[in-house]
């Protein structure tokens, strides 16, 4: 699969599904109510309609898989980078990154010695992006 265009990605996007190295993780335990991405900036909308992070987004439309460099403005990310990867399909998306921050994850499976988090979202569509 192509890398999606920015554009693709803004919305307002809501968690499914997550594990972490594979091991399922309710969706309820997630700080994240709703992600909202505007190009090339994101929000974090806690389960209380607060914004608790956000941030650049930078995405390599020539990588494979798509690379993703999430960058904290504000919040418990301020001043980190993430390396992650994604995936689009249509209104779903899976965003993976290390949570050690130690490298790009090469794949949506975790190397025996990676610790990645993986969130499934789908775009939730009649909420305008706020």
Do not use: N
């Not at 249509?90 to 990154?97: P, T």
């Not at 290390?98 to 610790?115: H, T």
């Amino acid at each position: 699969m192509r890398c999606a265009l920015a554009a693709t990605l803004t919305g307002t996007w809501a968690p499914v599904a997550a594990d972490v190295s594979g091991r399922p993780l309710a969706v309820a335990q997630l700080r994240v109510a709703r992600l909202i991405i505007e190009r090339d900036r994101y929000r974090i909308v806690d389960h209380a309609a607060e914004v608790v992070d956000s941030g650049e987004l930078q995405l390599d439309q020539a990588a494979f898989p798509c690379a993703l460099d999430i960058t904290g403005l504000h919040g418990p990310h301020a001043g980190k980078r993430m390396l992650a990867i994604i995936e689009l399909d249509g209104d779903r998306l899976c965003v993976c990154y290390d949570l050690e921050q130690r490298e790009r994850p090469a794949s949506m499976r975790p190397k025996a010695d990676q610790l990645l988090l993986s969130i499934t979202y789908v775009r939730v569509a009649g909420l305008p992006v706020v």
